[in-house]
């Protein structure tokens, strides 16, 4: 599914035109975002956890030249789903109902 086809959702199932929907899937988006980037968590009862992770520099390769190159360390965010949206994924349902 992409933003696309998830803003196309909102909008049919809340019953709201295309440009609200966006307004809506675009401020939740980055609500998150700026969230994560101020070091906050972001929980959603139900369906999973945003955070952040670091990750420490590291000495990598270069596949092409097979030359070695300096990986500066980084914080990535991570997504941890919540026990609900792993049952219904690994449900027996093509809908997960």
């Keep these: 599914m992409t933003k696309a086809d998830l ?3 909102v909008s049919r199932v809340v019953e709201i035109p295309r440009r609200e929907a966006e307004v809506v899937v ?3 988006l980055h609500s998150i975002v700026q969230a994560l980037r101020a070091g906050d968590k ?3 009862r139900g369906f999973g956890k945003f955070d952040t992770r670091q990750r ?3 000495t990598g390769r270069n596949p092409a030249s097979g030359q070695t190159v300096e990986v500066p360390a980084k914080t990535i ?3 941890k789903p919540g026990k609900d949206v792993r049952e219904l994924i690994n449900s027996s349902g093509p809908d997960g109902l």
Excluded: G, K, Q, Y
């Design 7 to 9: 803003i196309e959702e």
């Design 26 to 28: 675009e401020t939740m």
């Design 42 to 44: 972001v929980e959603i």
């Design 56 to 58: 420490s520099a590291r």
């Design 77 to 79: 965010p991570f997504f």
